[in-house]
């Protein structure tokens, strides 16, 4: 159901994108973003955006991530810009009705996650 793209290890600073793409799923009235999780952390929702273009972050990431989204090829893509060592974490794709807050219950269906490494 979900295709994701774009994890890997990047230098303190860098730069990565993510993709996520739901060929089989519409995204008319769902929000989708992504979740992240850390070794022996719980899951986090550091992004998400809905369907009329409301945008959530996590203020860890303001002013370094961005979130947009594809209607037409039902994909989503994430922006990390200025990475730290600290968002060193498996990123899952997620997807949740529009207006659900965006916390690990209100997620209806999750991709398999992408890894991303940032260190020196």
């Known amino acids: 159901q979900f295709v994701e793209s774009g994890g890997g290890l990047v230098q303190p600073g860098g730069s990565l994108r993510l993709s996520c793409r739901v060929p089989e799923i519409t995204l008319d009235y769902n929000t989708i973003g992504w979740f992240r999780q850390a070794p022996g952390k719980e899951r986090e929702g550091v992004s998400s955006i809905s369907s009329d273009g409301s945008i959530y972050y996590v203020d860890s990431v303001k002013g370094r991530f961005t979130i947009s989204r594809d209607n037409a090829m039902n994909t989503a893509y994430l922006q990390m810009n200025k990475l730290k060592p600290e968002d060193t974490a498996d990123y899952y794709c997620?997807?949740?009705?529009?207006?659900?807050?965006?916390?690990?219950?209100?997620?209806?269906?999750w991709g398999q996650g992408t890894q991303v490494t940032v260190s020196s």
């Open positions: 997620a997807i949740a009705t529009d207006g659900e807050t965006w916390v690990y219950p209100s997620v209806r269906a």
